[in-house]
């Protein structure tokens, strides 16, 4: 009988311990046939996880981020221990005594299903095995990829620290609304740092790696809650908080940046603009796309915080006046159905869902409204963010009686003169408030629209080329085209400078002779008979005049007797274009370029003919802090000294490229100023320091433009319709753009200062009269005369008239003077004696010039 029992239990032992073995054996062999070829851990070690790229002003203000998944990348010892503890009572209660898995925590986890039937769980897996599984591994659910991460996990266990696990995990985890790590997530739900939290704030925050669509602030809010309310009890029996705390952070509510208990983050930035826009363009090709979205760049942009709402604020202003002329009516092209007006609720709701501009600020802000109800006269609106008085929001039949709507057969309709006329129920519209402009008081809400018509605006440093404001359009919301950098246009008129820059290099001088007569120049495509803006020629005319009243006929004349292949490789050497087309038609801007190309070139006139290199960045950090890009090279070896003399500056070396005689920089730049108070800029250019510039108007006013300068700021405006087409008679540079530069340039002034414009050493400057060239003695006064710069130790000629070899008709006049009467007047010679000028030339309506 014993041995037959000793038998028995033997056997049953035998077969356990045999079980056991094979067992092992399965286990064993699973794990080895699972753990080849597996991802190595170790790269784990030197992980460095997609970041926030931020764009921060020239003043340090952060204005911009860019990011594929909105991380902010935050060190283990940086990140509070109560995040840390909300977590792992939330994850993973024993993680910093397993090895990688955790067996009593699947035990746990299994027996909290069963008692919750599935709701509010601890999860299986430890957040060494989510590591491996968010990192290395896929995330479905096969058993195969569980075994994997098992083994992964204990072999990480032994090569990284727990808090660097950590770490991996807490700035890696996606948390909802777009929120990858704690710390973007804090602030994406409670716009705080993590070290701002509360208790009931972290368990929030670890309540969502399990799935963050199922525990939405909103939508999901009781759900939260409840999921909420558990860490908080994990974190008090895990003895990271006490009962008292627990007891007052459990009664708290849910409260969040979506249920609208805090501001959001993105209310600190302002609207995404074209500048910033174009910085992502410049960097993504300059770093790659993928370095610039997820390598935690810090950008330090060269735009001007003040200056920069002026910019788009004088854009704007022309645009808008410019359609407000033209008196038709457009919208915005949206309708909200009748069914979505029945309540406040949800025309709200539907205009919130409308793509409509929300970023323009013209006098007052702009709001997206719909038409609620059309009356005899005036109609109701529903404005977006503004909640409805008592007797609702009007828009007056006097606001509507500047347009005309135009007809289903394309035709306009009459001037409207009730609201009706203009719009319907359902429509949606912008509007902003009309205010009184002694008081700010409220008067009516007013329609508008975003122009048709588009154009950019630039300005930079002239020293240094930071660009300090740029505006791109009407609005980055309504079209993010940037017209400043992508548009290219046919600049016109305003090209005129580089030929007159290759004339005065080749010898020539501002009073030198040009013929103003017609041409007749043969082309593959007929005869081409250019004319000036006024239909008129006036004969022989010094180079300056030329430019002032921006002659057609001397630029061609002057751009043969050079060389247009002289004028392209001035034209390059600026970097106004890549190639120039050496076809005289060029002479007259009839190539496209952009306009951020030609302040750029123009701002190398104003600093004395030193290369320029146009920039929207200073200075680029990686997110190390190391300085990956700088824009300014210049080199100051005294800003290393602790002290310097008394009374002296630091020496700042500049090692830029000279790209044109200093000499004939000042020169182009005196006979620009010419343009601006005597030319075609001087009824719309009026600022208290020496400004210089040009306009451009091309052919049937389809491309308008003015660039100028003073002695430390370059910036320029074009105007015109995006797919090109006339804008009407006297839409000229001048008349459009010249505007614009002057309503920035009153504000740049005050900020920036200006003055005199340097005057090179080789200057000898002579009185000339600047209708006929004639030298004038060095006393001679008068509206005629001008002091024109000569470089010394040459002896100018004067006298001589240049035709560019075309043929001059007999009967020209040899002088004819621009403005007032038909008489004839005396000027004093150089040698003292009288001479008779005039008869002066009635001209007609002066423009810009352009291609004719």
Same mark, same amino acid.
Not at 522 to 529: E, I, S
Not at 739 to 746: A, E, W
């Given at each position: 009988m014993f041995r037959f029992v000793l038998s028995f239990f033997g056997g049953i032992f035998t077969t356990i311990t045999l079980g056991v073995g094979m067992v092992a054996l399965t286990i064993g062999a699973v794990f080895w046939m699972y753990g080849r070829d597996l991802p190595s851990h170790e790269s784990l070690a030197q992980y460095t996880p997609p970041t926030i790229s931020r764009i921060y002003s020239g003043q340090g203000r952060l204005i911009d981020e860019f990011a594929k998944e909105r991380r902010l990348f935050t060190p283990a010892e940086t990140?509070?221990?109560?995040? &840390?503890? +909300?977590?792992?009572?939330?994850?993973? &209660? /024993?993680?910093?005594?397993?090895?990688?898995?955790?067996? %009593?925590?699947?035990?746990?986890?299994?027996? !909290?299903?069963?008692?919750? %039937?599935?709701?509010?769980?601890?999860?299986?897996?430890?957040?060494?095995?989510?590591?491996?599984?968010?990192?290395?591994?896929?995330?479905?659910?096969?058993?195969?990829?569980?075994?994997?991460?098992?083994?992964?996990?204990?072999?990480?266990?032994?090569?990284l620290s727990k808090e660097k696990i950590l770490e991996l995990y807490l700035n890696e985890i996606f948390l909802g609304q777009n929120s990858y790590g704690v710390a973007a997530a804090s602030q994406t739900y409670f716009n705080k740092t993590l070290s701002e939290l509360a208790p009931h704030e972290a368990a929030f925050l670890a309540s969502l790696p399990k799935a963050p669509s199922?525990?939405?602030?909103?939508?999901? &809010?009781?759900?939260?809650?409840?999921?909420?309310?558990?860490?908080?009890?994990?974190?008090?029996? =895990?003895?990271?908080?006490?009962?008292?705390?627990?007891?007052?952070?459990?009664?708290?509510?849910?409260?969040?940046?979506? /249920?609208?208990?805090?501001?959001?983050? &993105?209310?600190?930035?302002?609207?995404r603009d074209y500048f910033t826009d174009e910085i992502r363009r410049q960097l993504s090709e300059?770093?790659?796309?993928?370095?610039?979205?997820?390598?935690?760049?810090?950008?330090?942009?060269?735009?001007? /915080?003040?200056?920069?709402?002026?910019?788009?604020?004088?854009?704007?202003? *022309?645009?808008?006046?410019?359609?407000?002329?033209?008196?038709?009516?457009?919208?915005?092209?949206?309708?909200?159905? +009748?069914? *979505?007006?029945?309540?406040?609720?949800?025309w709200r709701a539907a205009l919130a869902d409308l793509r409509v501009p929300r970023d323009i600020d013209l006098e007052n802000q702009w709001y997206p409204a719909v038409v609620l109800e059309v009356g005899s006269s005036d109609a109701r609106i529903g404005i977006e963010g503004v909640e409805d008085d008592e007797d609702g929001h009007w828009i007056p039949a006097k606001d509507v009686q500047w347009a005309r709507k135009r007809l289903d057969d394309g035709k306009l309709g009459p001037k409207a003169k009730v609201a009706g006329d203009l719009l319907d129920v359902g429509e949606v519209v912008l509007v902003r408030r009309m205010t009184a402009d002694n008081d700010g008081s409220f008067i009516r809400w007013t329609l508008r629209q975003v122009p048709e018509v588009q154009g950019g605006f630039v300005a930079m440093d002239v020293d240094t080329g930071r660009v300090i404001a740029m505006q791109g359009g009407f609005s980055y919301q309504a079209s993010v085209f940037n017209r400043a950098t992508q548009a290219k246009r046919q600049p016109g008129s305003s090209f005129k400078p580089f030929v007159y820059?290759?004339?005065? !290099?080749?010898?020539?001088?501002?009073?030198?002779?040009?013929?103003?007569?017609?041409?007749?120049? =043969?082309?593959?495509?007929?005869?081409?008979?250019?004319? =000036?803006?006024?239909?008129?020629?006036?004969?022989?005319?010094?180079?300056?005049?030329?430019?002032?009243?921006? %002659? /057609?006929?001397?630029t061609i004349r002057l751009?043969?007797?050079?060389? $247009? !292949?002289?004028?392209?490789? @001035?034209?390059?050497?600026?970097?106004?274009?890549?190639?120039?087309?050496?076809?005289?038609?060029?002479?007259?801007?009839?190539?496209?370029?952009?306009?951020?190309?030609?302040?750029?070139? @123009?701002? $190398?006139?104003?600093?004395?003919g030193e290369r320029v290199q146009p920039t929207l960045v200073d200075r680029v950090q990686d997110r190390y802090g190391r300085t990956v890009y700088q824009h300014d090279e210049r080199k100051c070896y005294d800003c290393e000294q602790i002290s310097l003399a008394p009374g002296t500056a630091p020496k700042v070396i500049s090692n830029r490229e000279r790209v044109m005689d200093p000499v004939t920089a000042y020169q182009l730049t005196s006979m620009m100023r010419g343009v601006v108070e005597r030319g075609t800029a001087r009824k719309a250019i009026n600022l208290p320091i020496p400004i210089a510039g040009k306009t451009g108007t091309t052919n049937d006013e389809k491309d308008a433009w003015f660039v100028g300068f003073s002695s430390n700021i370059a910036a320029g405006c074009y105007i015109g319709y995006d797919t090109p087409r006339p804008m009407g008679r006297g839409a000229g540079g001048g008349a459009?753009?010249?505007?614009?530069?002057?309503?920035?340039?009153?504000?740049?002034?005050?900020? @920036?200062?200006g003055g005199d414009f340097s005057v090179p050493e080789q200057c000898r400057f002579i009185k000339i009269d600047r209708f006929s060239g004639a030298r004038l003695s060095d006393g001679a006064t008068g509206g005629n005369v001008v002091s024109e710069c000569?470089? !010394?130790?040459?002896?100018?000629?004067?006298?001589?008239?240049?035709?560019?070899?075309?043929?001059?008709? +007999?009967?020209?006049?040899?002088?004819?003077?621009?403005?007032?009467?038909?008489?004839?007047?005396?000027?004093?010679?150089?040698?003292?004696?009288?001479?008779?000028?005039?008869?002066? +030339?009635?001209f007609g309506t002066l423009s810009s010039g352009g291609l004719y």
């Open positions: 990140i509070p221990d109560l995040v &840390k503890q +909300a977590f792992i009572s939330a994850e993973d &209660k /024993n993680f910093y005594t397993h090895e990688g898995y955790d067996l %009593r925590g699947i035990g746990a986890a299994a027996v !909290d299903a069963v008692k919750s %039937r599935g709701r509010d769980v601890r999860g299986a897996s430890t957040i060494t095995q989510q590591v491996m599984k968010n990192f290395l591994l896929s995330g479905d659910r096969r058993a195969e990829r569980k075994i994997k991460e098992i083994i992964l996990a204990s072999r990480l266990e032994e090569t199922d525990y939405h602030p909103v939508r999901r &809010k009781e759900r939260l809650l409840s999921r909420r309310n558990f860490v908080l009890q994990e974190m008090m029996e =895990n003895g990271y908080i006490s009962e008292e705390v627990y007891e007052y952070e459990v009664a708290l509510p849910l409260r969040s940046v979506q /249920n609208g208990d805090f501001e959001s983050f &993105k209310a600190e930035l302002p609207p300059d770093f790659g796309e993928g370095e610039f979205f997820t390598g935690g760049l810090t950008v330090r942009a060269t735009i001007d /915080n003040e200056m920069q709402p002026v910019a788009a604020n004088a854009l704007r202003r *022309q645009l808008e006046q410019y359609d407000r002329g033209q008196g038709i009516w457009r919208g915005t092209r949206f309708e909200i159905p +009748a069914e *979505q007006l029945e309540t406040e609720e949800k820059a290759s004339a005065l !290099d080749s010898g020539y001088s501002p009073a030198t002779i040009v013929v103003d007569a017609p041409i007749e120049i =043969n082309t593959p495509q007929g005869v081409w008979r250019p004319q =000036n803006a006024s239909h008129k020629f006036y004969g022989p005319t010094p180079l300056r005049t030329g430019i002032e009243q921006s %002659r /057609n006929l001397m751009a043969q007797e050079v060389g $247009m !292949d002289v004028v392209g490789s @001035y034209a390059e050497r600026f970097g106004v274009y890549d190639d120039l087309s050496p076809v005289l038609a060029n002479a007259l801007g009839s190539q496209e370029t952009t306009l951020y190309q030609m302040v750029s070139a @123009y701002a $190398m006139f104003a600093n004395g459009l753009c010249a505007p614009v530069f002057q309503r920035f340039m009153s504000e740049a002034i005050q900020k @920036y200062g000569f470089r !010394d130790g040459e002896e100018p000629l004067f006298g001589i008239s240049f035709d560019g070899g075309f043929a001059m008709g +007999a009967d020209l006049p040899l002088v004819e003077e621009l403005g007032g009467s038909s008489s004839s007047r005396q000027v004093t010679t150089s040698t003292g004696k009288k001479a008779t000028v005039g008869p002066k +030339a009635s």
